[in-house]
């Protein structure tokens, strides 16, 4: 089975005017959104361009003698693939700039996003997904409810600045996980210029919206351009109201973990897709579907709150630091008060009613110990 490491090894070697830009490319950039990028890519486009080459040699010497982790739930691996494109002269010279990165928790916002001038006279938009911390789980909570989340807010609104900067270029979108959603948000929702210039948006396995938004003009412009890739067991990518024109790709590791691009198999330039997400995970998302359809606004609002109380109680602000806190988020929950105790009871309570049994086998047959080597 081939993956992104050996689209490198194999292709890595040709510039982009020798073989064109593919949706490969797009999910190394989009996970490369991952990366750690303070102190080495201006925010600002006017500091100019930091190669891909220049960014990897300058990453080595701040973050020297640290052991590589980019949190609890993104994998360290990207780290590797990071060094493995600055290697590779297909990647090497792309300069990046434009760097954001912003966790608030008084806003319930975290947003990120890089741009990346290529070789081939294109520029990708690209953002990050949900990282490691806790406000950024709590935001893709909101999602459920509420629209835009500061996240779409200022996705649009990056994008606009992208594009104003890289005047006339042609532009690609893209992200994983909660990062495509936002770059369907924020094509859907950029100036109408701005979107007649947009190639691509890449959303790979990134959550869906509220019902209406399919149906507002600004999806409707560009809902043409938008690939949409999701594992065989996508749970994270189906979530809420998905647009049906979907693919569905391979991955080497099975269930949940799959939402992780770096397994995703690869055939040349493209990857090796399947014919449809796998029956059984079709149940699941219709369970949690029908979940978030049984709760009214006030409802999900009010368990996000009472569910991020409880977590936030711990003094965690990052999923890595909740880790090392079980014995204190176990005393949160046990001494909640009876309002939040209630609305976390009444939302657990709709999940695992009759639809429980179903969750808890596909659970276990989906996910085991080694499913994430």
């Known amino acids: 089975m081939s993956d992104v490491f050996d689209y490198l090894k194999w292709r890595g070697d040709m510039k982009f005017w020798q073989a064109r830009f593919c949706e490969v490319d797009a999910l190394i950039l989009t996970e490369l959104t991952y ?45 590797d693939l990071f060094f ?47 990282d490691d911390s806790i406000v950024g789980w ?84 560009i809902k043409d351009k938008i690939n949409t890739i999701v594992p065989e067991h996508s749970v994270v990518g189906m979530f809420l109201e998905h647009e049906g024109n979907y693919r569905t790709v391979k991955s ?4 949940i973990f799959q939402h992780d691009g770096l397994s995703w198999q690869v055939i040349g330039p493209r990857f090796e897709y399947a014919e449809d997400i796998a029956p059984e995970t079709k149940r699941v998302n219709s369970i949690l579907s029908s979940w978030i359809a049984g709760m009214n606004d006030e409802f999900r609002e009010k368990f996000t709150d009472a569910f991020f109380g409880i977590l936030y109680s ?35 309570r709709m999940l695992l009613g009759e639809s429980g049994k179903s969750i808890a086998e596909w659970l276990r047959t989906n996910v085991n110990k080694d499913d994430d080597k």
Request: hydrophobic share 40%; charged share 20%.
């Open 252 to 255: 080497s590791v099975r269930g």
């Open 314 to 348: 711990t003094n965690s602000s990052t999923l890595s630091e909740l880790m090392n806190a079980r014995p204190a988020l176990w005393r949160a929950f046990s001494s909640a008060d009876s309002e939040t105790r209630q609305a976390l009871s009444d939302g657990l």
């Open 138 to 221: 709590k935001e893709d909570f909101q999602m459920s409810f509420k629209t835009p989340v500061p996240a779409q807010h200022r996705a649009a609104g990056y994008l606009n600045a992208a594009a104003d900067y890289f005047s006339t270029v042609p532009i690609r979108v893209g992200g994983h996980s909660k990062g495509g959603n936002l770059a369907v948000w924020a094509a859907a929702n950029c100036r109408p210029d701005v979107a007649e210039r947009i190639i691509d948006v890449y959303n790979m396995d990134g959550p869906g919206f509220l019902e209406d938004f399919r149906d507002r003009a600004g999806y409707l412009a």
């Open 35 to 79: 990366i750690n990028h303070d102190g080495l890519v201006p925010e600002s486009y006017c500091d100019g361009l930091v190669t891909v080459a220049d960014e990897a040699r300058r990453y080595n010497i701040l973050h020297r003698g640290e052991k590589p982790s980019l949190g609890a739930i993104v994998p360290a691996k990207i780290i």
């Open 84 to 130: 493995a494109a600055a290697e590779a002269p297909r990647y090497a010279d792309i300069g990046l700039c434009g760097y954001v990165n912003i966790v608030d928790d008084d806003t319930v916002e975290q947003f990120s996003a890089v741009t990346a001038k290529l070789p081939d006279g294109t520029v990708f938009v690209g953002f990050r997904g949900t």
